[in-house]
């Protein structure tokens, strides 16, 4: 792999972000953890993690310019993954209580809401219903990926391209606990999941090593 393995994963303060460091690595990327602006516009791929609550994420996110630098990447066509609460604050908001309510970056329109199920967090392995035509799960159809998550997209809102553009509608994979909820989208360049791959073993790995090998 050439320049396409050059990976940033975007160090803004949610976390320990190591094990995601490493995945990316064993899966051939050359990896940077950094907060840097100028490192983060210049890889080939963004990482956005995201761990606790949606607010303090995007209050970090914001701190260290992450909306500008997910925006321009966007406007330029480079790709961006995020993960966890990383996918969450993609979307326009969230009902998660808050001292400090953010309103999140509105790349997807839609509302984080609390799982309805009888156990609250998930925690744990889950299947995943891909569609037809996914890069992110291509050879991992039936595989289970680790989830620990109490929010979640549970009703995608956007409205379907028609016509020339209808090919190019968001790709979404759903799970369910208690009730059905997005698992991961792909939308050109901007992809999500709300599981950990870099926690959930060989599958997650196989989905990482995709979005690599698109970059």
């Keep these: 792999m050439s ?29 940077e953890l950094t907060g840097d602006r100028a490192a983060a516009l210049a890889a080939d791929g963004l990482f956005v993690p995201g761990v606790g609550n949606f607010h303090a994420c995007m209050s970090g996110l914001r701190a260290a ?33 808050s001292a400090d309510p953010q309103e999140g970056l509105g ?11 009888d156990v609250v967090p998930h925690m744990g392995w889950s299947e995943v219903t891909p569609p037809s035509g996914t890069r992110l799960f291509a050879g991992l159809e039936g595989e289970r990926f680790y989830f620990v998550h109490s929010y979640a997209v549970q009703h995608w ?6 016509g020339a553009f209808a090919a190019v509608a968001p790709k979404l994979t759903w799970s ?26 060989e599958a997650g790995l196989g989905l990482l090593e995709n979005w690599v090998k698109s970059l």
Aim: charged share 20%; hydrophobic share 40%.
């Design 176 to 201: 369910e606990h208690g009730r059905p909820f997005l698992a991961a989208v792909e939308n050109g360049p901007l992809s999500a999941t709300q599981f950990h791959p870099e926690k959930s073993g």
């Design 65 to 97: 310019d992450g909306p500008l630098v997910i925006d321009l990447r966007l406007s330029g066509g480079r790709p961006v993954l995020g993960v966890c609460v990383g996918m969450q604050v993609l979307f326009d908001g969230s009902e998660e209580p």
């Design 107 to 117: 790349e997807w329109p839609g509302t984080v809401s609390r799982l309805v199920a």
């Design 3 to 31: 320049r396409a393995g050059r990976v940033v994963v975007f160090d803004y303060g949610s976390g320990n972000v190591r094990s995601a460091v490493r995945a990316l690595e064993h899966v051939g990327a050359t990896v």
């Design 157 to 162: 809102s956007m409205q379907a391209p028609t």
